[in-house]
RNA sequence: GGCGCUAUCGUCUAGGGGUUAGGACGUGAGAUUCUCAAUCUUAAAACACGGGUUCGAUUCCCGUUAGCGCUACCA
């Protein structure tokens, strides 16, 4: 404790309330990237609660991949609770706005999911008589075992208009007489999310509620459950949705794996610019910044830079990751040390099944960095440092455009593994030098001179820069490999012949 | 259906009573170059519609339309 009289208004707390019902969802993780943002920039606190009160729809499993996510974000929590260990204290809570008057039994069984039906006659609020139910009768039906849910009793008829002011949306207020009589707990007389929340909120000492929009007008009713406790109700602040390119909301069913954190991980997102993508979506720092680390991220961040209307994901079946974020990630990868770029491609390489030596991979890191925007593209870039024989390719490959023939070609490649066999330094310079001067000699310009070599060693046209790439490769490599093509353009020659 | 929220290039966004409506991704063209990238330059590309208010609206107000959310003893 640095200072014993630290003013509590003065140090925000704020929470991130996942329900383990599925994997970890880019929009939750937006989420708690928001909160986290918010917390480190105030110098608060932020508080991870597993928000598990329906026990049908929770797994363990799901506990796993949202902290497994959470994990590969990297972004720590200062405190941790559960909700199902709380539960005692939401059922006293629901007793207590009983106790006041402000709430009431309801014996009538729960609805059947009935769906549009009655809901097109307009909207429900109450089951009729429940509300006026005398105590007495209402205790009596209770003791007699007769099942019931406890609802909150919504002020009616008297112009009550309930408001707050939105962090983000402003202004926010809705007629009492437009809320319906909420549950507060079910007839097996389990708290519901709305009870459980507020309470919890208010016993965690919550001072900002940062959430999605699809709670902005549960809101109202939190209002009144706050009311309810007689405790002062923290300050809300509502995010903008992320949707599919359709409209929709980001679905597992509708849309698949992109809507898992994990997914990108998997790609080889670097989690600096998952996160960096995200805050774009929603937010802005209202300056043209868009390649942002995350300690900037936590300099810049402020509930103004967040906007109000709905951000989609530009995914589809051919580009199944934003181009956006692919970009950002290019981007974040360029910016690591290759050290830490190297280190990080590793288990990418070695689930491609390649055997890549770390101080070999240092080596070639720098050489395809900037050829990959996602760390799962490596090992198609890499592939021909690391494994023993070059895949099959065409040998036709191997003769450049623009009037080369084979003979040619051949030419090209006898030449190189003369002057690369008696090349005395095996470094780029001398490569650099000995190549020039090989072109010159056979009347050659370097494009043509160098790409059968190219596609000799790496066993295609398109590869990082020559002379690096057999630097890293060595001589002995580069000679067997020049060995090979010259066997391949003759089984070519006689093939055609 | 009721209630709430939203509406600027294809997408993410900046802006705001008078601007050539800015940036980024993506796309096209060019430069560089041993290929591919990376990088740089450049082009095309937007204020949903209709009414107000105003000397002047993309910006403010109202309406329409569209989208989204909530409308459960789910969260």
């Known amino acids: 404790m640095p200072e014993e009289n630290a003013s509590p208004a003065t140090t925000p707390r704020v929470r991130f309330?996942?329900?383990?019902?599925?994997?970890?969802?880019?929009?939750?993780?937006?989420?708690?990237?928001?909160?986290w943002l918010y917390a480190r920039h105030n110098h608060g606190t932020i508080i991870f609660r597993l928000d598990d009160t329906d026990v049908e729809r929770n797994t363990e499993a799901s506990v796993q991949s949202i902290f497994e996510g959470l994990r590969w974000l990297g972004l720590n929590w200062d405190e941790e609770y559960k909700q199902s260990e709380r539960l005692d204290l939401h059922r006293r809570a629901a007793w207590a706005i009983f106790d006041k008057g402000l709430a009431y039994r309801d014996f009538a069984p729960a609805h059947a999911a009935e769906?549009?039906?009655?809901?097109?006659?307009?909207?429900?609020?109450?089951?009729?008589?429940?509300?006026?139910?005398?105590?007495?009768?209402?205790?009596?039906?209770?003791?007699?075992?007769?099942?019931?849910?406890?609802?909150?009793?919504?002020?009616?008829?008297?112009?009550?208009?309930?408001?707050?002011?939105?962090?983000?949306?402003?202004?926010?207020?809705?007629?009492?007489?437009?809320?319906?009589?909420?549950?507060?707990?079910?007839?097996?007389?389990?708290?519901?999310?709305?009870?459980?929340s507020c309470?919890?909120?208010?016993?965690?000492?919550?001072?900002?509620?940062?959430?999605?929009?699809?709670?902005?007008?549960?809101?109202?009713?939190?209002?009144?459950?706050?009311?309810?406790?007689?405790?002062?109700?923290?300050?809300?602040?509502?995010?903008?949705?992320?949707?599919?390119?359709?409209?929709?909301?980001?679905?597992?069913?509708?849309?698949?794996?992109?809507?898992?954190?994990?997914t990108y991980r998997d790609a080889g997102f670097v989690p600096e610019a998952f996160i960096n993508f995200l805050c774009l979506l929603g937010w802005s720092p209202k300056n043209d910044l868009e390649f942002m680390?995350?300690?900037?991220?936590?300099?810049?961040?402020?509930?103004?830079?967040?906007?109000?209307?709905?951000?989609?994901?530009?995914?589809?079946?051919?580009?199944?990751?934003?181009?956006?974020?692919?970009?950002?990630?290019?981007?974040?990868?360029?910016?690591?040390?290759?050290?830490?770029?190297?280190?990080?491609?590793?288990?990418?390489?070695?689930?491609?099944?390649?055997?890549?030596?770390?101080?070999?991979?240092?080596?070639?890191?720098?050489?395809?960095?900037?050829?990959?925007?996602?760390?799962?593209?490596?090992p198609a870039a890499a592939d021909f440092f690391f494994v023993q024989e070059l895949a099959p390719y065409d040998a036709a490959?191997?003769?450049?455009?623009?009037?080369?023939?084979?003979?040619?070609?051949?030419?090209?490649?006898?030449?190189?593994?003369?002057?690369?066999?008696?090349?005395?330094?095996?470094?780029h310079g001398s490569l650099e030098h000995a190549m020039r001067d090989a072109a010159a000699g056979l009347g050659l310009k370097a494009g043509p001179m160098f790409q059968p070599i190219r596609v000799a060693v790496c066993g295609r046209k398109n590869a990082p820069p020559l002379f690096e790439t057999m630097t890293v490769l060595g001589r002995d490599v580069c000679l067997e490999r020049i060995g090979r093509a010259e066997a391949k353009l003759g089984a070519l020659g006689s093939q055609s012949a």
């Open 17 to 35: 309330a996942p329900s383990p019902t599925g994997f970890l969802h880019v929009g939750s993780a937006r989420t708690f990237i928001f909160n």
């Open 115 to 196: 769906g549009e039906a009655s809901s097109a006659q307009g909207a429900w609020l109450f089951n009729p008589g429940m509300r006026e139910l005398g105590r007495e009768e209402s205790d009596r039906r209770a003791a007699a075992g007769e099942p019931f849910a406890l609802r909150y009793r919504v002020p009616r008829g008297d112009g009550r208009v309930v408001q707050f002011d939105d962090g983000v949306y402003g202004a926010m207020s809705k007629a009492a007489d437009e809320i319906e009589d909420f549950a507060l707990l079910r007839s097996d007389g389990n708290p519901t999310y709305h009870l459980s």
């Open 199 to 262: 309470v919890d909120d208010g016993d965690l000492r919550i001072t900002q509620i940062i959430r999605g929009q699809d709670h902005l007008t549960n809101t109202f009713k939190h209002i009144l459950i706050f009311e309810g406790l007689g405790a002062a109700p923290p300050q809300f602040a509502h995010l903008p949705l992320l949707v599919a390119p359709d409209g929709a909301k980001l679905s597992k069913r509708k849309h698949g794996a992109v809507v898992s954190v994990t």
């Open 293 to 378: 680390p995350v300690a900037q991220l936590v300099q810049l961040f402020t509930l103004e830079g967040v906007n109000r209307s709905n951000a989609v994901v530009n995914f589809s079946e051919e580009t199944p990751f934003d181009p956006k974020a692919v970009h950002l990630n290019g981007e974040h990868l360029r910016a690591l040390e290759v050290d830490d770029l190297s280190a990080r491609l590793q288990p990418f390489l070695e689930r491609a099944g390649m055997q890549a030596a770390p101080e070999k991979l240092r080596e070639v890191t720098p050489l395809i960095r900037e050829r990959i925007k996602l760390m799962g593209e490596a």
């Open 397 to 427: 490959e191997l003769i450049p455009p623009k009037g080369a023939d084979a003979a040619m070609t051949l030419r090209v490649l006898k030449t190189a593994q003369e002057v690369l066999a008696g090349v005395a330094e095996w470094n």
